[in-house]
């Protein structure tokens, strides 16, 4: 079993940055890729980007890409997304994944308002 803890989302306006946390608990943090999907009301969850277990490889949705940066530290067992130049269509709840060899695992989710 893995726990995921995500925490920084917040009210932000147009062009402004948040930076986004995931605390991981449970199982060897080191040990498997992890991710950001997110959901803006009356839409489907979708995928914001990715990072391998090492963090040598990272994926992004082009709506995101050269705007956000995921990274992770396996010494303190967390992911980070750095979110920058952030528009009106970012708003939306922000969830953590874990993907252990094919079981998924989500945070709560953090909300993120970005206002125009």
């Known amino acids: 079993q893995v726990q995921l803890v995500e925490s920084g989302g917040g009210l932000v306006q147009a062009g402004g940055s948040l930076r986004l946390s995931c605390a991981a608990s449970g199982r060897t943090f080191s040990s498997y890729d992890m991710g950001w999907y997110r959901q803006a009301p009356g839409k489907e969850r979708e995928f914001v980007a990715a990072?391998?277990?090492?963090?040598?490889?990272?994926y992004y949705a082009g709506s995101v890409k050269g705007r956000f940066t995921i990274s992770r530290d396996n010494a303190k067992n967390t992911m980070y997304l750095q979110m920058n130049s952030l528009k009106p269509e970012d708003t939306a709840i922000y969830y953590c994944?874990?993907?252990?060899?094919?079981?998924?695992?989500w945070g709560q989710g953090t909300q993120v308002t970005v206002s125009s």
């Open positions: 990072i391998s277990w090492s963090g040598g490889s990272t």
């Open positions: 994944n874990a993907d252990i060899t094919g079981d998924e695992f």
